[in-house]
């Protein structure tokens, strides 16, 4: 490897877009890695661009770091990773990122009638939820696709609560018909 190869962090900031912060905060994860110099100063393989556009593109579907951890210490050490690796890697997310992408088709489908916000307001949630039953299921959003339960999305690549997969999301109304929370 020749000393081109390698990136300092503030190459590898500017390349990747990522803060140099959160390049050592990555490394201490260990999602990348990095060698050292004689005097200790971090020196990055060029491949791990690859491994922070992954993280970037994955945590802005919604996967968590744990998940991308997990991914990442499948693929080799020694080489860059083939398109073949990552191949591998997205077969076995499909199904997470189809039921992220039905969940987000359902809430687009019925955002203009109720959400699930648990407020028995509307006609329609007096129907579909008498005497507010859907909150005996829990906090939160219950009548949401459980992928959308789940906090906010943290658009730096931080860390997301895995949903719940309980089954509480349906509703006989609709995509989402009503939580728990207040009456009111």
């Known amino acids: 490897m020749l000393p081109t190869d390698l990136l300092t962090v503030g190459e590898l900031s500017q390349r990747s877009g990522f803060a140099p912060s959160a390049l050592r905060f990555y490394e201490r994860q260990g999602l990348i890695g990095a060698t050292r110099t004689a005097g200790g100063q971090r020196r990055y393989e060029r491949h791990v661009l690859r491994r922070l ?4 593109a994955a945590t802005a579907v919604g996967l968590s770091l744990d998940e991308v951890a997990q991914a990442l210490a499948s693929l080799p ?10 191949t591998a890697i997205s077969r076995r997310w499909r199904t997470r990122l189809d039921e992220e992408i039905a969940a987000m088709e359902a809430l687009r489908d019925g955002l203009d009638s109720c959400i699930g916000c648990g407020c028995l ?3 329609r949630c007096r129907i579909s939820n008498p005497a507010d039953r859907i909150g005996a299921l829990g906090p939160g ?15 730096h690549g931080g860390h997301r609560p895995q949903p719940d997969h309980d089954g509480a999301g349906s509703c006989p109304t609709g995509p989402a018909a009503g939580e728990a929370g207040s009456v009111g």
């Open 121 to 123: 307001s509307l006609r």
């Open 77 to 86: 050490d020694s080489r860059t990773p083939t398109k073949a690796d990552w």
């Open 141 to 155: 959003a219950r009548a949401l696709p459980a992928a959308l339960r789940g906090a906010g999305r943290m658009h």
């Open 53 to 56: 556009a992954f993280i970037r």
